[in-house]
């Protein structure tokens, strides 16, 4: 019983939070910036990885793994406008 409310609770989150289960909007520029475009290739691993580690745990990972991949949602936001931020100051 504990796997199926553990399933649906999971299922609940991915719907609550689309923008969690997508490929980033926009990749950035790897010729202007290639660190920052590196780094968000490396976060974008890393989300994909937990999503591996979430289905092979059968999403029972106490909320954990979510809350992970909020935060690399956070990390892909601010190496965009990290981007953004060194093309408006390029000089």
Known sequence: MSKIAAAVAALTLVAAFPALASEPAENINSSKHPNL???????REA?????????????????????????????????????????????
Request: hydrophobic share 40%; no cysteine; glycine share 2%.
């Open 37 to 43: 475009a590196k780094a968000q290739h490396l976060s």
């Open 47 to 91: 989300f994909d990885h937990i999503t591996k580690a979430q289905k092979a745990n059968e999403f029972d990972m106490e909320g954990h793994a979510a809350r992970a991949k909020e935060l690399l949602q956070q990390v892909n936001d601010e190496l965009k406008l990290a981007a953004k931020a060194a093309n408006k100051n390029a000089k």
